[in-house]
């Protein structure tokens, strides 16, 4: 099977400090993998290379074979680690901006989830706590029917019971043969949803296998394995 | 794509710059109705409430006029900086469109703002102005200008407006690339982006005033102000003026070209997003 994302000995630099060294990864269609490490490890890095948001110094990433690009974003939904609306607008506004630049965008499915939680579409974001923000990004984005789902930390600003909710919604709106790719430092929420796990450290690839296997291989959860790993 | 980006440009900006458009239509009417009423009362008749009334609308139609020009300012440039480089350039620029075709359409429409805020200050002196007395005056003017390119110049007026109208559109042009470079370059600042955005604009200011005067030096060219001192030097007025005249156009779109080709790099290949 084709990996729909690959990197290829992918390096970024800040100044003297490598932010990513050498990274080699293939994500899969049809899987939830999960990019786990702590803060400062390069996981926003390689998301923002896949979006086209910094360019790699050495290396490659692709997505179908393609380097970041127009083509690549069509088919990337990406939910970043912040809140990227303006205030000022309505949801019902952000859903039009949405459906007139993205093609994969199903209006339908982004209203259903609204009423599921309780967001009126006339409400402006300015009026609206941090974490309903973050559901309606979620919303804005799981609305998508991309091929590369790319959430970046997308509990870490909502309650516990909203966790759930989301979690079910990121399973439940994506396609079968697309992906998804998770960044996260919340494992216990997120653990019993992932296919594959990814552990990166000072910007390098340190595991990449499935949960299955590391479950079996380690004896523990992924949560406590990541403890033993990335213990202080 | 262009037509979608220029749609939320415009729906994002103008809730506050049509309503300052309007105002300065509105507040030109009154002043013309003021005029109008000074002008059919005797000079003894004339209250000093009338004039006292006038001058206010004057002092504040002048204010208005300041007011549109800034705040129109403020609102494209924020507007820019905020959508491509602060937390909104997360969705901006991960939209299926080329980063060029962002920074253009956003650029086209800072352009257009820049129109539309000159046609109504040109609307405006006419609203307050417009007499069979001013408009023979203009004609006088045009008439007398007609025959000074015909005359001293040796061309036809077509070229010599289509130069000065070229020259105003890509000055404006060139304005709105500086703001987007320095910008960019202020971005590439991991602290006080908008510090670096500041430094970057005057650092920029400086560098073209240094190649203007060197290239004045070396060619005996300069702005168009300093034609007359050129045409004292090469004796001869009406090439000194073109010279002038196509010298300010070329090196303006060369500035335009430079600003854009960096802006283009930097938003394209070093993007430093929070």
Not at chain 1, 40 to 59: H, Q, R, V
Not at chain 2, 162 to 169: A, F, R
């Amino acid at each position: 099977m084709e990996p729909l994302l690959q990197c290829i000995g992918l390096s970024k630099r800040f100044g003297p400090k490598f932010a990513l060294a050498n990274v080699n990864l293939n994500i899969f269609p049809g899987r939830i993998t999960g990019l786990l490490g702590p803060n400062g490890s390069g996981k926003t890095t390689l998301i923002k290379i896949a979006n086209g948001l910094l360019t790699p110094d050495a290396g490659r990433l692709t997505i179908q074979g393609l380097n970041p690009s127009p083509e690549t974003k069509a088919i990337i939904s990406y939910l970043p680690e912040r809140t990227y609306l303006a205030p000022w607008m309505k949801v019902a506004d952000i859903i039009n901006y949405f459906a007139d630049f993205y093609a994969d965008f199903d209006v339908n499915r982004a209203y259903e989830m609204l009423q599921n939680l309780n967001i009126n579409p006339d409400d402006r974001l300015k009026t609206m706590s941090k974490g309903t923000r973050e559901k309606v990004q979620l919303i804005l984005v799981m609305s998508r029917r991309a091929k590369l789902y790319i959430l970046d930390e997308p509990i870490a600003g909502v309650d516990p019971a909203a966790r759930d909710y989301i979690l079910n919604t990121v399973i439940k709106n994506y396609d079968r043969d697309a992906a998804i790719l998770l960044s996260t430092h919340l494992i216990t929420d997120v653990e019993d949803i992932l296919d594959d796990i990814v552990f990166i450290r000072y910007g390098q690839i340190i595991e990449a296998d499935t949960a299955d296997n590391i479950r079996a291989r380690e004896g523990k959860t992924i949560d406590q394995y990541f403890r033993e790993v990335f213990r202080c | 794509m262009l037509g979608k980006i220029l749609k939320y440009e415009f729906k994002s900006t103008y809730k506050i710059i049509t309503p300052l458009i309007l105002a300065v239509l509105v507040l030109s009417l009154i002043l013309r109705f003021q005029l109008t009423a000074m002008d059919s009362i005797n000079f003894n008749e004339r209250a000093i409430g009338y004039q006292a009334g006038l001058g206010l609308s004057i002092f504040f139609y002048i204010m208005l006029i300041f007011a549109t020009s800034i705040v129109t300012f403020i609102v494209l440039v924020t507007r820019f900086y905020k959508t491509m480089f602060g937390d909104e350039g997360y969705l901006t620029l991960t939209l299926p469109c080329q980063p060029d075709l962002l920074m253009n359409g956003k650029a086209l429409a800072f352009f257009i703002w820049n129109l539309a805020i000159s046609a109504t200050c040109i609307l405006s002196f006419f609203i307050i102005g417009f007499s069979k007395e001013v408009l023979g005056f203009i004609a006088d003017m045009f008439d007398g200008l007609r025959s000074f390119i015909y005359e001293d110049l040796g061309v036809a007026p077509v070229i010599f407006y289509t130069i000065i109208i070229l020259i105003c559109l890509i000055s404006i042009i060139m304005g709105i690339y500086k703001i987007i470079m320095c910008l960019a370059i202020g971005q590439l600042s991991n602290s006080h982006k908008v510090g670096f955005a500041v430094l970057a604009f005057l650092g920029t200011n400086f560098a073209v005033g240094i190649i203007d005067m060197i290239l004045s030096l070396v060619f005996q060219l300069g702005n168009i102000g300093s034609i007359y001192s050129i045409s004292m030097v090469i004796d001869d007025y009406s090439t000194a003026f073109f010279r002038t005249l196509i010298f300010t156009l070329v090196k303006y779109i060369v500035y335009t070209v430079v600003m854009y080709f960096i802006s283009h790099y930097i938003i394209n290949k070093k993007l430093n997003l929070e």
